[in-house]
């Protein structure tokens, strides 16, 4: 019985430690899954905002539901107008990345990932 306490204990730190449940990347491997997407007309990346040190990205695609959160740790990247996380999608920016890449191109905003990093709304 007090393996199964301990067992529980240790499993309920885990997941504390990863309770925002987006998964910490490097500015390198934040681009390398932005040039990957299912469907064009699905797939978008969005800036969550910024806390704790780090930087908040929700991409969507297929298949529908389909979503990945990621943080990138803010001394990797420059985002050029900061604001704080929010769970908000209405708040949430969208990112120049992905099949938006090519939206951002005909407007001539750029479309780093790693670098200074602009958003297309």
Not at 41 to 50: D, E
Not at 73 to 98: C, S, Y
Request: one cysteine or more; aromatic letters at 14%; charged letters at 20%.
């Amino acid at each position: 019985m007090r393996f199964l306490a301990l067992l529980l204990h240790l499993v309920g730190l885990a997941a504390c430690n990863e309770k925002d449940g987006a998964t910490v990347v490097g500015c390198q491997q934040l681009a390398e899954r932005s040039v990957k997407w299912q469907e064009p007309k699905v797939a978008l990346w969005s800036y969550q905002g910024t806390t704790k040190g780090y930087h908040y990205f929700h991409f969507v695609d297929l298949p529908v539901g389909h979503y990945e959160q990621y943080k990138v740790p803010e001394k990797e990247m420059h985002i050029v107008a900061p604001f704080p996380f929010a769970t908000d999608q209405n708040k949430w920016r969208v990112l120049p990345w992905g099949p938006a890449k090519y939206e951002a191109e005909k407007k001539g905003i750029p479309h780093n990932v790693c670098g200074d990093v602009y958003f297309l709304n």
